[in-house]
């Protein structure tokens, strides 16, 4: 009760009082609240009966009612009669109020068979009326009245009104009846009725001038009870605003009124409906039409006959076993069910008038998803020029019905290839262009007998000769139609083969080769040879764009297969090792670990860092010292191979610039110099193949010999050793001075590199200064300095350029 007093007290602060008190109310006796699915509507109660229905959501929708139209006393309201006064012979009046007004009062405005024009002029004075009835008058145009938010039923019948505008009851949240039978309506706009915002349970425009309906009155999606556009002029369902049925939605429940009109059956893909069985599935509408409707029975019902059950069809239209066809000629008269049980669905058509041709019969036949063109006995001479008419569904396949015309060849045509069936008995046909044929397609039938005939193109061959009838039409004997010997063997059943004559003798096709002695041609050998050309042409291109698409790892498995079939040693102990010498931990893995033990093993080892001075590296001497080599040790950090030399020639100092070119000589002198020579890549920072703009990193990556620190399974230094397959005699130790681990004790793995970084810090000297072992150089590996010296001289300075090599 505390909470009933607050609720009541909210409701008089508020300006419309009336409104709250409505919102207040409890149910009356043997009524419960309801709201409707997907709308916000409110201050609504349904019987308690509904709840035992069937379906009490349809119930409710048809009997709900407000608490003023139950018992007024029992919200508190107090309902008053508004009169009209008249203010002058034109029609125009104002709304008089007979009585005392209180905070409560609600009103009905009644003003039937009388004179007015328009509605009263002071109607927003009394904002409160919830039924306004001018019925039998004289109103033309329906005003604003969206300042009535509590209008709930709106009368109009037998007035002057010819249109509905979809802003004419804007506003009106609650309106729940609108009547405007016997006015003159002759447009309704869309959505007028039926939006996301509201939707009116009642709608009565039977008895007007409608010819169409629009997808939205006669297809909505909200809920209501009954739509009635009976004893109308309707013929068709429009779809103006592109409606489109969505089958995720429940569009109904309802009922639609339709009959007493000349109604053609709607073509619900027209209306939005992409799938007719989804309109039969999901629409919950009941059409009522009734026996007095006038029903075209064309092709559209074809469609509900094909697509819907007919369990569906009996719950959409309730009169379906009762129903009969008005038109066209041939099925008036004629039950639904009838001609649904008997299932000759080819008599269900509609005529096409647009590009047909003249004095032809041209129509669609959807149960065989044709489109015919009927030019019997029409006098043609030659077949109809195009464009020839499409289908209503966009069907394109043409049945062409040409029969004692007087045609006397067969050419081409724009629509030769939509062609499925040509009729064309009883014509003068003496010939068929091979261009024609060529163009038809691979499942035509054709008519041809009583025509003039004397031979085929040879293209007939690709043809179904059961499905070409040349009646009784003997072809002339000669060598060019012997390839109807072989394709007259396809026909099936007890059809006889061709004919051909020869002075005046009429023999088989298969004894033309015997009796002209012709050398049996094979038709059909440009027809195998140009597919199989163009199918090898097609995988050659693909296996060429393949190979230099993946060339470079081609070219390394090639190597790769070539070196491991020779099986030869490595007997020239020198060996290349390029590495990006900005990286700390790199240069001192090298110096530290490597390098040692490639010494052990005998080898020779160019480093650029430590061989070449800085400031004097040159690419003759790079080239040189490269060439020298027979093996190469590449270590691929994030910044090896990203820096070009011509970039940065400028900075003498520049420790990452030189990789790209000596990168590139190792991969010329491995794949490119004809010589059999050892590339190992060790993948120091775990890389992938895409961190590299090189397309040779990339292969290498994928397919060389790459040596990851995640790999566990052996030593870093134990597999370049393996890989380097060094010959027995250069396997020797150094001199006994040299103090360096075992190569095969030290441990590479990811976890341990760290850790032997940081064992080795304090040994970050240069390679060139402080090394602890000593370097092993070739004279010819010592880069050569140049030292220039000028001279005084009276007219100009002399140059002169030396050229030594440290000792």
């Not at 009796?515 to 199989?532: G, H, S, T």
Request: neutral net charge; aromatic residues 10%.
């Amino acid at each position: 009760m505390q909470q009933l007093y607050l609720l009541y007290v909210l409701c008089l602060v508020l300006s419309h009082a009336t409104v709250c008190k409505i919102a207040s109310a409890q149910p009356p006796a043997g009524y419960i609240s309801w709201s409707p699915r997907n709308m916000n509507r409110t201050k609504l109660f349904c019987p308690i009966g509904c709840n035992y229905e069937n379906d009490p959501e349809e119930c409710c929708l048809c009997q709900a009612r407000e608490c003023w139209e139950i018992d007024p006393y029992s919200c508190s309201l107090a309902l008053r009669v508004l009169h009209v006064e008249y203010t002058d012979i034109n029609g125009t009046s104002r709304v008089l109020q007979i009585g005392s007004t209180v905070n409560e009062t609600i009103y009905v405005l009644k003003h039937t068979d009388g004179y007015l024009t328009t509605f009263p002029t002071n109607l927003n004075e009394y904002r409160d009326i919830v039924k306004m009835d001018l019925s039998r008058n004289r109103i033309k145009q329906i005003a604003k009245l969206s300042f009535l938010n509590v209008l709930s039923v709106l009368v109009l019948d037998e007035n002057l009104v010819t249109y509905i505008s979809n802003d004419t009851f804007i506003g009106l949240m609650r309106l729940r009846q609108v009547s405007l039978a016997q006015n003159l309506i002759r447009y309704i706009e869309p959505s007028s009725f039926f939006t996301s915002e509201f939707s009116i349970f009642y709608v009565n425009i039977s008895m007007n001038k409608l010819t169409d309906i629009d997808a939205t009155l006669s297809m909505p999606l909200n809920e209501f009870c009954n739509i009635d556009v009976s004893k109308n002029n309707l013929a068709n369902m429009i779809n103006p605003t592109a409606y489109s049925f969505n089958k995720s939605e429940i569009h109904g429940p309802g009922k639609i009124f339709l009959d007493h009109n000349s109604l053609n059956f709607p073509n619900c893909t027209a209306l939005g409906v992409s799938d007719w069985t989804d309109f039969g599935e999901y629409a919950q509408y009941n059409y009522e039409l009734k026996p007095q409707t006038q029903l075209t029975c064309d092709c559209i019902i074809f469609y509900y006959f094909d697509k819907i059950k007919l369990s569906n069809l009996r719950r959409i239209w309730t009169d379906f076993d009762t129903l009969e066809c008005s038109s066209p000629e041939h099925l008036a008269g004629k039950q639904l069910t009838t001609l649904y049980d008997e299932g000759n669905y080819d008599i269900f058509i509609c005529n096409i008038t647009i590009d047909c041709p003249r004095h032809c019969h041209c129509y669609d036949q959807p149960s065989r998803s044709n489109v015919v063109v009927d030019c019997e006995g029409k006098g043609l001479t030659n077949l109809p020029e195009g464009p020839l008419p499409v289908g209503f569904w966009g069907n394109q396949r043409l049945e062409l019905r040409m029969k004692n015309n007087s045609i006397t060849k067969i050419g081409a045509t724009d629509y030769i290839d939509r062609i499925v069936s040509m009729d064309l008995t009883g014509n003068a046909i003496s010939f068929i262009e091979d261009s024609a044929a060529t163009a038809m397609r691979n499942d035509i039938e054709l008519n041809l007998p009583d025509n003039k005939l004397q031979a085929l193109p040879s293209h007939f061959i690709y043809l179904d000769p059961n499905k070409i009838n040349t009646g009784n039409n003997v072809f002339l004997c000669s060598c060019e139609i012997v390839w109807i010997e072989n394709w007259q063997y396809k026909l099936l059943g007890n059809k006889t083969g061709y004919l051909c004559s020869h002075n005046g003798k009429v023999m088989p096709v298969s004894e033309i080769s015997l009796n002209l002695q012709c050398k049996m041609k094979n038709e059909d050998l440009f027809a195998k040879i140009i597919p199989a050309s163009l199918v090898s042409i097609g995988i050659c291109l693909l296996l060429l764009i393949v190979c230099l698409h993946f060339r470079f790892e081609i070219r390394i498995i090639l190597a790769r297969v070539s070196s491991r079939m020779s099986q030869a040693k490595i007997h020239n102990p020198k060996v290349f090792i390029s590495l990006d010498e900005s990286q700390e931990e790199i240069p001192l893995w090298v110096k530290n670990d490597v390098y040692p033990c490639l010494c052990r093993w005998g080898l020779i080892t160019c480093i650029p860092c430590r061989n070449f001075l800085p400031g004097y590296r040159q690419e003759t001497a790079y080239k040189s010292a490269i060439r020298e080599c027979k093996a190469y040790i590449v270590i691929l950090s994030k910044k090896y191979n990203q820096q070009d030399v011509s970039s940065t020639l400028e900075e003498e100092n520049s420790t990452t610039n030189w990789t790209k070119t000596e990168f590139s000589y190792i991969w010329d002198e491995c794949f490119n110099s004809g010589q059999t020579k050892l590339l190992i890549v060790v993948n120091f920072e775990q890389l992938r193949p895409g961190h590299f703009k090189d397309r040779r990193l990339r292969a290498l990556c994928r397919v060389g010999n790459v040596l990851d620190f995640r790999q566990r399974e052996e030593k870093m230094l134990t597999r370049i050793k393996n890989m380097l397959n060094i010959s027995q005699q250069y396997q020797q130790p150094l001199q006994d001075s040299l103090s360096i681990v075992s190569c095969d004790e030290i441990s590479d793995t990811v976890s341990e590199r760290t850790t032997l970084v940081r064992r080795n810090e304090h040994r970050k000297n240069s390679f060139i200064r402080n090394s602890v072992v000593p370097m092993r150089l070739e004279a010819e590996s010592i880069p050569m300095f140049e030292v220039t010296r000028r001279y005084p001289n009276p007219k100009a300075d002399c140059v002169a350029n030396t050229f030594f090599r440290p000792s």
